[in-house]
């Protein structure tokens, strides 16, 4: 039984991916967590055009930043499961090569960190589709996360 379908998940990344291959396997991932939750992902050509958007908008956000709190995957799995209990709905921002600004940044109810490493916004957003996904399976027992 899929879980929780009613929540939905949001990643909004700052930028377009124009990499065919990575936004393959990105659609690959969101495909598969279509089967534990509603999922979006969205592109905005620019952070005004996010902001203007979110404006209109309740989420709980999580901005993606170096600085942010690092976890292994099963750690995150734990915390997206919780906060998905007491979070009404659930968006992940990923900026481009330019960062997030501070107005922005001041929005963010939490702040993760994919790795101390720094990524393009194309292959943090793949990056954050795949453990996003990691953390269903390991929610709901599947034997992908081993």
Known sequence: MPYN????????????????????????????????????????????????????????LIGL?????VMDSKSFSAWLNKTMQHEKEIAFVIADESGFSADLKNTFNFRLSLSPLTFPHEI?????CEQVYRAFTIINHHPYHK
């Open 5 to 60: 379908m009613g929540m939905k998940l949001n990643i909004f990344s700052i930028g377009q991916n124009k990499n065919q291959a990575i936004k393959s396997l990105e659609q690959e991932y969101l495909k598969r967590l279509s089967r534990f939750v509603k999922i979006n992902a969205q592109e905005f050509k620019t952070e005004d055009k996010l902001v203007s958007f979110l404006k209109n908008n309740k989420y709980y």
């Open 124 to 128: 943090a957003r793949l990056l954050l």
């Open 65 to 69: 930043e170096e600085n942010g709190k």
